[in-house]
């Protein structure tokens, strides 16, 4: 199984704050990493797949990056919808692992 | 748009099997893999395993021994049935589509149906 590692696993930021969340695989993956944002009592909703492609209907202020091991998902203005749980996924081979998720706090 | 939705019994006893059924509506099943996901109470998500609809699995290493997947088209529908249940396998379960194409993600996906294994 790929181990997926994320960091932090929680984070405190205000509204307009630029948010940095790392996703990091035990070996290389590619560009086979999608992000996920799920809110309580709620389905996670993709939000970037392949890395870097943005899904349709999400907003631009989410944007992806890495490949190989290392991986980034930004918000760059953190808005109050954006209040929620991001998990990190590989799709480079099964079984398909998780990140253990990052919780983003309002400050 | 697709949507997929989720049903089966809310409470099994230990030891007996759950089961459950994914409802797939606004399109066709056919030509996709349908993935089976769980997620216990605060905590992350686990990747239970999948089918095409063709009837060819994938499954979890972890859980293989216990998980069984089947799909019926003519139904627009696929299940998933898991035996001998523990209280760890009290979780949300969720069914998704699983995107072969370049994105090869889980999309979209059901509400979630909460299973508890209690006596």
């Known amino acids: 199984d790929i181990q997926m590692t994320q960091s932090p696993s929680s984070l405190s930021a205000s509204v307009g704050d630029r948010v940095t969340i790392t996703c990091r695989a035990r070996q290389s993956i590619s560009s086979y990493l999608n992000w996920y944002q799920q809110k309580q009592g709620k389905a996670p909703k993709l939000l970037i797949y392949?890395?870097?492609s943005l899904q349709s209907g999400v907003p631009s202020r989410f944007s992806g990056s890495g490949s190989g091991t290392d991986f980034t998902l930004t918000i760059s203005s953190l808005q109050p919808e954006d209040f929620a749980t991001y998990y990190c996924?590989?799709?480079?081979?099964?079984?398909?692992?998780f990140g253990q998720g990052t919780k983003v706090e309002i400050k | 748009q697709v949507q997929l939705q989720e049903s089966g019994p809310g409470l099994v006893k230990p030891s007996e099997t759950l089961s459950l059924t994914c409802n797939v509506s606004?399109?066709?099943?056919?030509?996709?893999?349908w993935s089976w996901i769980r997620q216990p109470a605060g905590k992350g998500l686990e990747w239970i395993g999948r089918?095409?609809?063709?009837?060819?699995?994938n499954y979890n290493p972890s859980l293989k021994s216990r998980v069984t997947m089947s799909v019926d088209t003519s139904k627009n529908q696929f299940s998933l049935k898991m035996s001998f249940v523990t209280a760890a396998d009290t979780a949300v379960y969720y069914c998704?589509?699983?995107?072969?194409?370049?994105?090869?993600?889980?999309?979209?996906w059901g509400q979630g149906t909460l299973v508890t294994v209690s006596s």
């Open positions: 089918i095409y609809t063709s009837g060819n699995t």
């Open positions: 392949a890395a870097s």
């Open positions: 606004g399109g066709s099943i056919s030509g996709y893999y």
């Open positions: 998704a589509r699983d995107v072969e194409d370049s994105s090869r993600s889980f999309d979209p």
């Open positions: 996924q590989q799709s480079y081979s099964t079984p398909r692992t």
